[in-house]
């Protein structure tokens, strides 16, 4: 059989193609990119998962099957539309990456109560579903201990207020600042969360926290603890356990903020989709996403406790040792572990070990990834062995030393005309 002569192509090329397409006109091909376009919008499904986070995963894929049958009710509009395929292409290979079972759970997800909507017709709610890697979580909490989106920790040592997150749905501002009185250390003093109106979902709202106070409120500034859409579904809630545990759910966005007390120290933590956290994380001076601006070394607190208080003009209210035993009893572990050590060397305050507690409790319920790659069950200070013995460079003053032979060290670092004359006295009685 001789092959087609080269003037042929063309036409067999042009009839190939009017076979393939004439069941999908263009309307149709119109309604199909729309239809699978829903079907993303309903079962935000994942697609920049990483290996760590793969195991079997029943909710996930009762997830998978119900966004597979959304697809199949366009299949007659879309036939051979790269788009369509490729979704199914992604469905197929998250179905064997998380094993699920090859045949379809009998009773199908339906996401009628929370479905998105247009903003004319309601609030546009993220959906309910999302597999544990597909959020971000950060949190303050203590003497200032930052755990921020990335999962990096730090400890801050700049007094004022600043925005923990600044999104376009809220804001959460914390005001921080030294406690004076007995106990040195820091604290957060006040934390607002204000809610902007966003469509239909909610108007703005305002939550306040102070240490001032004698507990933590059960509603916002209007007296208000919910909020509903035009179809009566809750978009915001508080939730409060007690006087010193509130939460306040976002559904619409799929966001819980948390705030805490004990006694008169704060603390709060932010849990939201990760999708939220890319779109809003170039703007400035947000803590979750930039950290402090000034940090405290407390690795070279936890490593050497006292050149560290001499060289920063704090002072060890308990010995580490006691300080340890404290925080192992407490049940608190690694980063919060230190944190726990660091607080109650500073303050000697059994407040900041609840607090401390309470911080990785809601890190572990609120945050699975947290559990899955960063928990070990330390309780030691190995991390900070290196640092022993290392001359510190970056003192926040000259060193002040408390021991009878330190008079030449505080006529050095002094400047005040008093205290220069008792030094010079001192020295001539000396010598």
Request: with cysteine.
């Amino acid at each position: 059989m001789r092959p087609p002569s080269a003037s042929f192509l063309p036409i067999l090329f042009a009839a190939v193609c009017f076979l393939f397409f004439s069941s999908c006109p263009v309307q149709a091909t119109s309604k199909c990119r729309s239809s699978v376009m829903e079907c993303g919008r309903l079962f935000p499904i994942l697609k920049d998962y990483g290996e760590e986070h793969i195991r079997e995963n029943p909710g996930y894929c009762k997830l998978l099957w119900s966004y597979h049958r959304c697809l199949n009710r366009t299949s007659s509009l879309c036939h051979g539309d790269i788009h369509f395929n490729a979704q199914l292409t992604i469905i197929w290979k998250q179905r064997k990456d998380f094993r699920c079972s090859s045949t379809p759970p009998s009773d199908d997800y339906s996401p009628s109560a929370d479905i998105y909507r247009p903003s004319t017709s309601g609030c546009p709610f993220f959906h309910r579903i999302q597999h544990h890697s597909m959020v971000g979580f950060c949190t303050m909490f203590g003497d200032r201990h930052l755990r921020r989106f990335d999962d990096r920790t730090e400890t801050c040592d700049v007094d004022g207020a600043f925005p923990l997150a600044d999104n376009d749905y809220f804001v959460v501002q914390i005001t921080q600042g030294r406690r004076g009185g007995a106990q040195p250390g820091g604290a957060i003093s006040k934390i607002n969360v204000i809610i902007k109106k966003a469509n239909e979902c909610s108007g703005q709202k305002h939550f306040e926290a102070s240490s001032e106070d004698s507990g933590l409120s059960n509603a916002f500034t209007d007296g208000s603890d919910i909020a509903t859409d035009p179809y009566d579904r809750r978009t915001i809630e508080i939730r409060r356990s007690n006087s010193s545990h509130v939460e306040i759910e976002l559904r619409y966005i799929m966001t819980t903020i948390t705030i805490r007390r004990q006694g008169p120290y704060l603390a709060v933590s932010l849990r939201l989709p990760i999708q939220l956290i890319r779109d809003q994380s170039e703007v400035e001076n947000q803590l979750c996403f930039q950290g402090c601006l000034k940090r405290m070394p407390t690795a070279e607190a936890l490593a050497q406790p006292h050149s560290f208080a001499r060289c920063h003009r704090t002072v060890v209210t308990v010995p580490q040792q006691i300080a340890l035993e404290r925080c192992r009893s407490a049940n608190v572990t690694d980063n919060f572990f230190d944190a726990c050590v660091f607080d109650r060397m500073i303050s000697g305050n059994d407040y900041l070990l609840a607090m401390a507690k309470d911080a990785q409790e809601d890190t572990e319920r609120l945050y699975e990834t947290y559990r899955r790659r960063f928990k070990t069950d330390r309780q030691d200070l190995s991390p900070y062995d290196s640092l022993a013995g290392q001359q510190f460079q970056d003192c926040a003053s000259p060193e002040v030393s408390n021991s009878p032979s330190g008079a030449s060290s505080l006529w050095r670092s002094s400047k005040r005309p008093l205290s220069v004359l008792i030094g010079l006295l001192v020295v001539r009685l000396l010598f």
